[in-house]
């Protein structure tokens, strides 16, 4: 097990501590890593007559960050218990013909539940 190991801690609903990189054999004892709660966002894909739109890919960028799919919607629309990263952050959708009214910036809070209600227009 000699070498240099990268060490990679997650958990469900947490985003991921920064990894950490250690050479083996070593003196280490022990190594603290801090998770940070994510936000959780539920709701409904609609268009502009509140018509549920199904199977829409939701993706969620973090200041900074690339975007990364975070949930679809339902065949009904719906989307629940979707983790994204607490702080500011844009959700996005553009797929399947369909994109957002207008962007949706959010500031959530660690552990925070948002409902909402996406408006999506055929492009």
Do not use: H
């Amino acid at each position: 097990l000699s070498g240099e190991w990268k060490i990679e801690v997650g958990a469900v609903g947490y985003d991921s501590a920064q990894p950490r990189y250690v050479t083996l054999p070593s003196e280490v004892g022990s190594l603290d890593f801090q998770l940070v709660q994510c936000a959780r966002i539920s709701g409904v894909t609609v268009d502009a007559a509140g018509v549920p739109v199904g199977r829409i890919p939701i993706r969620a960028r973090a200041a900074g960050a690339e975007s990364r799919r975070v949930g679809v919607s339902g065949r009904d629309g719906e989307f629940a218990n979707l983790y994204v990263s607490a702080g500011a952050l844009e959700l996005l959708v553009r797929s399947g013909g369909y994109e957002l009214v207008s962007p949706l910036e959010l500031q959530l809070e660690p552990g925070e539940v948002r409902e909402m209600r996406l408006v999506v227009v055929k492009r």
